[in-house]
C-alpha cells in the first residue's frame, strides 16, 4: 500500500503535474507496474517537505500518456526509460530518444514488460 497515493485519469496527469509544481513539490520519478492483462499502474512521485505524493495512472498498452517534462523537465528520463523498457506510449517528451535511449536494434523490445506467450496445439497432441 502506498501512502498518499490518488489514482487521476491519464487526462488529469498534466493539470496535477502543474499544480503540484505551484505548490512547491519536487519531480522524484515515476515507476510503471504491468498488471499483466495489458494495463499498467504508472506512478508520478512528487515531494515537498520529505512528504511525497503519488498519482497513480491507468494506463491501456495501446493508450497514449502524455509526457510531464514540459512541465518537469527532469521527467524526460524516466518517461523514456518506461516507453523504451516497457513499451508505453509516451507522448510529447521534451527529448524523445526513440526507443533507444538503453536499448540497441538487437535487443529484445520491452524487456520489462510482461511477455505474452501462445502455446498452440499441434494436431495429433492431446
Excluded: W
Aim: proline share 1%.
Amino acid at each position: 500500500m502506498i501512502e498518499n497515493a490518488f489514482d487521476i485519469s491519464k487526462e488529469l496527469l498534466q493539470i496535477e503535474a502543474q499544480d503540484s509544481k505551484i505548490k512547491g513539490y519536487r519531480f522524484v520519478t515515476a515507476t510503471c507496474v504491468d498488471l499483466g492483462n495489458g494495463t499498467f499502474d504508472v506512478l508520478y512521485h512528487f515531494d515537498k517537505n520529505l512528504e511525497l505524493k503519488n498519482y497513480r495512472v491507468n494506463v491501456k498498452k495501446e493508450e497514449e500518456l502524455t509526457s510531464i517534462s514540459n512541465i518537469y523537465f527532469s521527467a524526460i528520463l524516466v518517461e523514456n526509460e518506461m516507453k523504451e523498457l516497457f513499451g508505453l506510449n509516451i507522448t510529447n517528451i521534451a527529448i524523445d530518444y526513440g526507443g533507444h535511449m538503453l536499448l540497441s536494434d538487437d535487443d529484445l523490445n520491452s524487456p520489462m514488460a510482461k511477455q505474452q506467450i501462445v502455446i498452440e496445439e499441434r494436431k495429433g497432441d492431446k
